[in-house]
Structures are given as structure tokens and as C-alpha cells.
Nanobody, 127 residues
């Protein structure tokens, strides 16, 4: 059974940074696509970025390029999402998701593609 646990959220001032973590366990293959999504209050969940755990290749939703950086530490089975220059619009619950795949590039922004989801971590940005 795959488990994903997010951490690192919190309340921060606008302009600050956060690094979210997604600790994964139970993968039956080393070839997974792990993505980050977020859901702001009253809005639909949207994709942020994804990374292939086998190649390390990262893909970003166009609107998220620049302030978001996805990375992984394979030894720790952890995928990170660095968020810089936080703005109030970044306030949301951030989720990580995973699915067995060697590549993310074609469907990384499609939340229906992912088999496994974490519970989410809240990020609140105050101005």
C-alpha cells in the first residue's frame, strides 16, 4: 500500500519561502511520477509540478513556473516543493500525488491520472 505524507506547511508572511515535503512509502516500483497539486478556498484543485522519480525530470504548470521548484531525495523517498516569494494567492492546501509511470510529461497535470494521494498540508500566506 502506497502512503504519501505531506509536511512543511504553515503560516508565513508574504515574500517568504516554504519547502513542502512528501514522504512516500510502499512503492512497488522505482518508476513513479510524483506531483504536487493545490486547492485554494472555494476553488478547484490545480496542478503545480511533477517529477519522475526514475529520471528526475521535472514538469511545471506554466502559471507555476518561476517560484516553484520540485525536487527529490531518493535516499529519503521524499519529494520536495520549494515555494519562494510567497503571495496571498498561494494560500491553499497542498497535496502530493503519485502514480506508477516512468514519465510525467504527458499527464502530470491530470489529477485523475494519479493513483495515490496524501492528506495535504495547509499553507497560509498573510500580507
Amino acid at each position: 500500500q502506497v502512503h504519501l505524507v505531506e509536511s512543511g506547511g504553515g503560516s508565513v508572511q508574504a515574500g517568504g519561502s516554504l519547502r513542502l515535503s512528501c514522504l512516500a512509502s510502499g512503492f512497488t516500483t522505482s518508476r513513479n511520477c510524483v506531483g504536487w497539486f493545490r486547492q485554494a478556498p472555494g476553488k478547484e484543485r490545480e496542478g503545480v509540478a511533477a517529477i519522475s522519480t526514475s529520471t528526475g525530470s521535472a514538469d511545471y504548470v506554466d502559471s507555476m513556473k518561476g517560484r516553484f521548484t520540485i525536487s527529490q531525495d531518493s535516499d529519503k523517498n521524499t519529494v520536495y516543493l520549494q515555494i519562494d516569494s510567497l503571495v496571498s494567492e498561494d494560500t491553499a492546501v497542498y497535496y502530493c500525488a503519485a502514480t506508477p509511470s516512468s514519465f510525467c510529461i504527458w499527464r502530470y497535470n491530470d489529477e485523475t491520472w494519479y493513483n495515490y494521494w496524501g492528506q495535504g498540508t495547509q499553507v497560509t500566506v498573510s500580507s
